[in-house]
């Protein structure tokens, strides 16, 4: 199947198909926080957009936003209802699901917007979709439709490479994926995929309000405090975080580590090993909403060595404390893009990243650890807590380089034109 640029300005349909999504229900990790920026961005650019999700089971099966250019479809709520742990409990159930209810739909929605006169395009995200996205393409074939829409499958990380029939969907989809560091990964199993990075909104490019940036520095200026933000899995170096923190605590540089996990069973790991070490840790709730009960969470836990954050980050919050805290460790040990660290830079943060995954990194703008040792992470954050122009000079190029990351650039540069359809004198070139 091949793939050209579109030499006509047609109005356009995207079509999303993603397991996480913008419900609590559906983000587990960068997935759910990709998607949701995704859509929201396409639908703002004027892009009629459609995103099918496994959603939240007592949310509306169908939702409209922003004037009726996005639509989010919850699916398998019939299933969810039994699954009250989030988008991946009962997995295997959903996955078969999806596959036999959502094609027809998504067929229905490509044909419509061919006979409109519109291009159409189908994203489809991880292994989850796979098969739902080779059916589609299978039922708009059978009638002559498929030449006339476009079908991308997006591949985030490499637990997809035994997971999915690769000769069945490259004959029927363009692969994408989102870092050279996935690109080589993806080579393993034969696939010459394309890269077209993630993206952030433009929205965490504002910074956040300096009267909110010096109430929480006051607050946690006692220490050098740091802040991740991730899944609780081994892959992103939870104990080699908090092994640097008492590594920091044992030579007389006390740090404080405020951490948000999700829901994985790595999370006890991480916590019975900072009680090994010797952290006291404070479990920090909300009482209130707004950035007042944040700082009132954090004043009440600040005499602990780890803060366990236990409330959703909103964007609101997340642009706060990556600026506030002294450095944000998005030290991954495998990271396939690192969407935590440029959300940092673009708050005005200082992005700790690992060895995989950033292209958006370097000398410049982060700082990375390259051993994945709580040694030499300790030593990282120890250069920089007595450094303040190498501090200032993260600040100022982390930004400028995220700018170049806005959802709004990457679709417009990199996504549209490489998917988008053409039309020649003969018809429909496909």
Known sequence: MMFAHSAADRPLRLVVLSFEGPDPYAQVGGLGVRVSGLVRAAAEMGIETHLIF???????????????????????????????????DGERGKVQDFAAGVPPFVASLVREAIVEGRDAVVLAEEWQTAEALCRVVD????????????????????????????????ERALITTVSRYMHGRLREVGIDATVIPNGIPASM??????????????LLSDRISLVKVGRWDPDKAWLQAVEAVALLKEAG?????????????????VLRRCRDLGLSVRDVTLGGQGVDAL???????????????????????????????????ANSSMEPFGLVGLEAMAAGGVAVVGSTGEDYANHENVLR????????????????????????????AGPAAACRYTWERVLATAFLPTVRPIADSAGLTS
């Open 54 to 88: 496994i959603g939240d089971p007592d949310a509306p099966p169908r939702q409209a936003y922003a004037d009726g250019r996005l639509v989010l479809h919850r699916w398998c709520q019939w299933i969810s209802r039994y699954h009250p742990a989030g988008v991946y």
């Open 295 to 329: 700082l009132g969470g954090f004043a009440a836990g600040r005499g602990a060595d780890v803060l366990n954050l236990r409330f959703p980050l909103t964007e609101d919050f997340k642009r706060l404390v990556f600026r506030a805290g002294d450095a944000v460790l």
């Open 253 to 269: 540089a006390p740090a404080r580590l405020l951490m948000r996990g999700g829901r994985e069973p790595h999370g006890a790991e």
């Open 139 to 170: 039922l708009l074939g059978a009638e002559g439709a498929a030449r006339r829409a476009r079908f991308v499958w997006n591949c985030n990380h490499p637990m997809c490479l035994d997971k999915v029939d690769w000769d069945r969907l490259r």
């Open 205 to 218: 490019l504002m910074p956040a309000p300096q009267e909110q940036v010096e109430a929480l520095g006051d």
């Open 369 to 396: 650890v390259v051993r994945g040792t709580s040694a030499e992470l300790a030593g990282v954050i120890a250069t920089l807590a007595g450094d303040s122009d190498l501090e200032r000079r993260l600040r100022t």
